[in-house]
């Protein structure tokens, strides 16, 4: 699986090519992330026809516009609700969430607790470069302590979220992590999370080279990919129990999976239930 | 038969029921099949009815995590094709706005129902005020055109929440439906007739996929939409787009997109306007009022021409875009026009716009009470006869 090759696999097939050129900085791995999704995509062989993609702002909102699919590009930190109306309206649409570090964790960090726990059946990217990169680099919550951003010139004093582990913690019924550095991994764990059948949230650590990585000279894209590669462990190698604030090395790979009941296949149970009973 | 099965047979039974409930009935008879919501008083009703009775017609009620969330729920149902309403009041209307300003320039039909309480802030949630008229048309950031519709009677609640998904899907708009708690939670009887009205569908996109522009406003500059599904695989954007739906600044493709967003609405105003007038071909004193308010202003109408005093009603039923020319055809006559309503002015200013320079009084109730009848008997009286 792991040696898995691309043959059968052309990008282009999914991508808008009249959007090309794509908006994307030199060495950002937001690019690898989307074509993980896309192969995953190819993989499971979803139509792209009743394929929705939502995407918030930011750097990972611009993504859904280059997809050759049902694309909705919605406001700051509210793609999960929107998808939420649009799934719960069309259970026969596979809708799928992309969104970045502060669209998910900061501005819609309540859609997030309350998608988790509801279980609606949803595939959500949580792209996470560490900064709010579209705006110029200011400090978003899941940057690391001591870095230096536009806002936090003194270096960063918040502690940083560990989004698996809140995740997990408001009932997500799948929770994963990989790098952008293994990208057939990646590609594996973001098949795993279209196919489970409630909600699903996959956070990719994807670097932000131009402005996160020139501000604390991090250097280039691939030092800091192979940095991140350095700094996980494989779930395989899990041993210890997670925080809510990350600890120094990074558990990847499928971290929480349950099979609680979806939510919309519940209430329309409920419902059924309810027709032939007297109101 | 129970009232929801009343509602979508058009039976033209007579129901006793408070205006919430008309609210919600009226939905279900507009063919809406997905509201999402967040408890507030005073609209919490529409929500708590919707809860109940969409399941009954293989529809989606979701309480979300808060007041964006629903608003955001609606559009995206809406994206899907579904017809959808959420109900809120004052403070929840403020958090909307920025999802309603996406509804506007996305052009996502949708209906959002603000009963309105006393304010600023969490004021007075059980007691009514008039006072989010111009929130209600401007609440949202940038330039961007809306529908905002007045009943006055549950009654009216029932046939306007009908008629404002009519013009949400006709228009492709959000059409906010906003009264009074007043009229919310007063119970009157009303005619639940709605399946005798043809209820209007969105114009679908349909045509060979190359040949389809998602903003392309035709002949009547309203764009058709694509069905999710349909196998156009359009995007949609908050982003200033060109007729392609994809993000543009080049500065005549905006200005042509943005052009015809805020003329189409003026295209269609003979669908969109709607206005009521009593004793105003005669009239001396006109009020002007809208809700409750108007309730009141009726009697005193009747009390004024009871004393052979010539004085009439101008009631605006769609208050945005407001109905400018059905106002100055209403006051033709007038030497004065009397506004009561409970605010510190905002449909005075409206009104002293339309009409230049006629002198326009006005009754500014915001106590958390509402005007009554002799409050504007009283003023009208003195105005009709030059004291």
Not at chain 1, 29 to 49: E, F, S, T, V
Not at chain 2, 238 to 244: K, P
Not at chain 2, 342 to 356: C, F, I, P, S, W
Request: with cysteine; hydrophobic share 40%.
């Amino acid at each position: 699986m792991l040696i898995d090759t691309a043959a059968d696999f052309d990008v282009r097939d999914y991508l808008r090519k009249e959007m090309m050129p794509h908006f994307l900085c030199p060495g950002c791995g937001h690019g690898i992330a989307l074509r993980a999704l896309l192969w995953a995509i190819h993989d499971l062989g979803l139509d792209k026809d009743k394929l929705a993609v939502v995407s918030g702002i930011g750097c990972a909102g611009r993504l859904s516009a280059y997809i050759d699919a049902n694309t909705f590009h919605v406001t700051h930190g509210r793609p999960l609700a929107y998808a939420t109306g649009l799934a719960l309206a069309r259970p026969d649409l596979h809708v799928v969430v992309i969104t970045g570090d502060g669209d998910c964790l900061a501005i819609g960090g309540n859609h997030l607790i309350h998608a988790c726990r509801r279980n609606l059946k949803l595939t959500c990217l949580m792209l996470n470069n560490e900064v709010y990169g579209m705006t110029g680099g200011q400090v978003s919550p899941t940057t690391s302590e001591t870095r230096l951003t536009t806002t936090t010139p003194l270096g960063n004093q918040e502690p940083h979220f560990d989004a698996c582990a809140l995740a997990t913690a408001a009932g997500a019924s799948f929770v994963g992590r990989e790098v952008t550095h293994h990208v057939p991994k990646l590609k594996e764990l973001i098949k795993a999370g279209l196919e489970h059948p409630g909600f699903a949230f996959v956070e990719i650590l994807s670097d932000c080279t131009e402005i996160f990585g020139r501000k604390n000279d991090l250097g280039s894209s691939p030092e800091m990919m192979m940095r991140q590669s350095s700094a996980i462990r494989p779930s395989a190698y899990r041993d210890t129990v997670d925080t809510p604030f990350r600890p120094n090395t990074l558990p990847t790979g499928v971290l929480a999976k349950n099979d609680r009941p979806e939510y919309g296949a519940s209430y329309r149970r409920a419902a059924a239930a309810r027709a032939g009973a007297p109101r | 038969m129970n009232a929801v099965d009343t509602a979508l047979t058009g039976k033209n039974a007579v129901k006793l029921i408070s205006g919430n409930h008309a609210c919600a009935l009226g939905a279900l008879a507009a063919g809406c099949r997905f509201f999402a919501g967040y408890p507030i008083t005073p609209s919490s009703e529409i929500a708590e009815r919707l809860a109940r009775h969409l399941p009954e017609v293989d529809g989606v009620f979701v309480q979300m995590e808060d007041e964006i969330a629903s608003m955001a729920a609606v559009i995206g149902a809406s994206m899907g094709g579904v017809k959808a309403m959420t109900a809120t009041s004052g403070p929840g209307f403020s958090l909307k706005q920025e999802n309603i300003g996406y509804a506007a320039g996305a052009e996502i039909p949708c209906v959002i129902v603000n009963v309105m309480r006393g304010g600023p802030s969490t004021g007075m949630p059980t007691r009514p005020s008039q006072a989010d008229l111009m929130q209600a048309r401007w609440g949202s950031h940038g330039d961007y055109p809306i529908i905002v519709l007045t009943p006055a009677s549950v009654g009216e609640i029932y046939s306007e929440t009908i008629r404002a998904f009519d013009l949400a899907e006709q228009c492709r708009s959000p059409v906010v439906l906003l009264y009074d708690q007043v009229i919310a939670q007063l119970s009157e009887t009303v005619a639940l007739n709605g399946a005798a009205h043809a209820s209007a569908t969105r114009k679908w996109a349909s045509g060979p996929r190359a040949a389809y522009k998602p903003y392309d406003g035709g002949s009547d500059g309203i764009p058709a939409m694509a069905r999710p599904g349909a196998g156009y695989r359009t995007h949609t954007t908050g982003l200033t787009h060109s007729e392609d739906g994809f993000p543009t600044q080049n500065p005549e493709a905006v200005t042509r997109n943005l052009s015809r967003l805020f003329s189409k609405l003026e295209r269609h105003r003979d669908l969109i306007d709607s206005s009521e007038t009593l004793h105003c071909a005669d009239a001396d004193v006109v009020i002007v009022a809208i809700g409750i308010s108007a309730r009141a202003a009726r009697r005193a109408v009747e009390l004024c021409r009871a004393q052979g005093l010539r004085v009439g009603l101008f009631r605006p039923i769609t208050l945005w875009p407001f109905p400018e020319t059905a106002l100055r055809q209403a006051t033709a006559k007038a030497r004065t026009v009397l506004v009561p309503e409970m605010n510190t002015g905002q449909l005075r200013l409206v009104v002293e716009r339309v009409l230049g320079g006629m002198p326009v009084e006005g009754i500014h109730l915001f106590s958390g009470e509402a005007i009554t009848p002799v409050d504007i008997a009283t003023r009208a009286m003195a105005l009709a006869r030059g004291t």
